[in-house]
């Protein structure tokens, strides 16, 4: 009897590892994507892969107005996805399941145009969201290099394996958090 327990509980660490590894790798796929569209200023593609309640808030054109604007005054940013540090358990509610996403990238932000002077209003607020040490200014390029410690909420239907994601991190995207239910956010680390 002591053996099927031993041998059931080894089969379930087993596989839950085995699942934990596929959708980190699934979501690894997704991260790379969304940056890559998101540097190239793939618009639609970067909305595409954004949870739709998000379009409650915000209408998706609208979303696209402001990252067009973005660019337009003078701020280019890209991001390089290097890495996802870990991922939380699945967690269900409702029709709907829920895994934060913690990753580590890249960011450099390219001030030019109207926000050319601008780099000693936005350093304190990058320095401030993202830790001091981890924002690097050059003058001569008039660009920011960030190391971004960072974390995106992914939701899928219960039963569905095509997830879409919720940046949390930015000041701006705080009410975006009002998206996922408290009971769901108690339990994603």
């Known amino acids: ?50 949870y739709p309640r998000i379009f409650e808030m915000m209408s998706k054109d609208n979303m696209i107005m402001v990252m067009q604007g973005m660019d337009n005054m003078g701020v280019k940013m890209t991001t390089d996805f290097k890495s996802i540090d870990r991922i939380s358990d699945v967690v269900e509610s409702g029709n709907e399941k829920y895994c934060k996403i913690h990753y580590y990238g890249i960011v450099k932000v390219k001030l030019s145009g109207l926000m050319s002077q601008g780099s000693s209003l936005v350093q304190p607020k990058f320095e401030q969201e993202f830790g001091k040490e981890n924002v690097k200014y050059d003058e001569e390029s008039n660009s920011f290099t960030i190391k971004a410690h960072r974390s995106m909420v992914a939701i899928a239907g219960k039963n569905a394996s095509n997830w879409k994601y ?14 996922i239910p408290e009971n769901v956010k108690r339990q994603l680390r």
């Open 166 to 179: 919720i940046d949390i991190n930015s000041p701006q995207a705080k009410g975006l958090q009002n998206l």
């Open 1 to 50: 009897m002591k053996r099927i327990f031993a041998i059931t509980i080894l089969s379930l660490l087993l596989s839950s590892a085995f699942a934990q590894k596929n959708l980190k790798s699934t979501f690894e796929k997704d991260l790379i994507s969304y940056t890559t569209a998101f540097n190239n200023k793939q618009w639609d593609v970067v909305t595409e892969m954004m």
